[in-house]
Nanobody, 122 residues
């Protein structure tokens, strides 16, 4: 079982920056895509950014150009640099690890962190 531990959330004024980190408890074998999701009160969880093992990233339109996702495979860690934060970015941010194992059968697993609160004041 892989555990994901997030850190770096907090309270920041609009226009400010925060950096989230997510460390996996152990190396996961397989094709691993890391990502950040967020969930605001009363809303569904939504994708923020994904990054594959080769470092190719994809972003939600709402954060494109403001957020940057990166990963350090040697440290089993993924980061989310958030700049020019807006009040609408306020949410609990969750780290996700999506693992695909291809052998005799194809298996997929999802691991989630406990979430870290990000609050942006206006």
């Amino acid at each position: 079982q892989v555990q994901l531990v997030e850190s770096g959330g907090g309270l920041v004024q609009a226009g400010g920056s925060l950096r989230l980190s997510c460390a996996a408890s152990k190396t996961t074998f397989g094709i691993v895509t890391m990502g950040w999701f967020r969930q605001a009160p009363g809303k569904q969880r939504e994708l923020v950014a994904l990054i594959n093992q080769n470092g190719v990233a994809n972003y939600a339109d709402s954060v494109q150009g403001r957020f940057t996702i990166s990963r350090d495979n040697a440290k089993n860690t993924v980061y989310l640099q958030m700049n020019s934060l807006k009040p609408e970015d306020t949410a609990v941010y969750y780290c996700n690890s999506h693992v695909v194992v291809i052998g005799a059968f194809r298996s997929e697993y999802d691991y989630w962190g406990q979430g870290t609160q990000v609050t942006v004041s206006s």
